[in-house]
T-cell receptor, first 112, second 111 residues
């Protein structure tokens, strides 16, 4: 198993550009989520999904969209990148409600 | 989900036990205590979790006080590779499967 795979690992964008951060898991996990981590801080939840076709907002959802068309994939879209979205983004998944989450290695995003 | 309080940093000598405390005085009956760690810039790694009984796995032990208002993560023989930020998280087993991370404890294992 590859676990949770995030691509790209690094990305630089200009303000106003859009892009999609990819997240895929091969563990048949129902739950997937996106977090962002700013320097010196803990992780903050952006969006999460309890299964294919179901998504919901987390703590800091503004400026981001998600969809969950398959169990395996949970892409995160930045609609119009802003410098405040410069951060490290982590995707995570788990089998069911209450189970420990597995994290990807992160995408480091810089917005100029 | 209940809030947690952890010391910002701790040191531990290599080969000794590392004991990381966490206070969660507002924990409710159906909330679990989870521990994760984050090594350098990698994604967080699950360590252990428990409800009321002490738990042990190949990585660590979790000791939860009888009133459940605090807990301690024990790394029995710390190595340099255990240097990381350790997060104590309290969450409901029936709520949405998201984790609220604070700033954690930065553990430095000293040779």
């Amino acid at each position: 198993n590859a676990g949770v795979t995030q691509t790209p690992k690094f990305q630089v964008l200009k303000t106003g550009q859009s892009m999609t951060l990819q997240c895929a898991q091969d563990m048949n996990h129902e739950y997937m989520s996106w977090y962002r981590q700013d320097p010196g801080m803990g992780l903050r939840l952006i969006h999460y999904s309890v299964g294919a076709g179901i998504t919901d907002q987390g703590e800091v959802p503004n400026g981001y969209n998600v969809s969950r068309s398959t169990t395996e994939d949970f892409p995160l879209r930045l609609l119009s990148a802003a410098p405040s979205q410069t951060s490290v983004y982590f995707c995570a998944s788990s089998y069911h409600l209450g189970q420990p989450q597995h994290f990807g290695d992160g995408t480091r995003l810089s917005i100029l | 989900d209940a809030k947690t309080t952890q010391p910002p940093s701790m040191d531990c000598a290599e080969g000794r036990a590392a004991n990381l405390p966490c206070n969660h005085s507002t924990i409710s009956g159906n909330e679990y205590v989870y521990w994760y760690r984050q090594i350098h810039s990698q994604g967080p790694q699950y360590i252990i979790h428990g409800l009321k009984n002490n738990e042990t796995n190949e990585m660590a032990s979790l000791i939860i006080t009888e009133d459940r208002k605090s807990s301690t993560l024990i790394l029995p023989h710390a190595t340099l590779r255990d240097t990381a930020v350790y997060y104590c998280i309290v969450r409901s087993g029936t709520g949405a499967n998201n984790l609220f991370f604070g700033t954690g404890t930065r553990l430095t294992v000293i040779p």
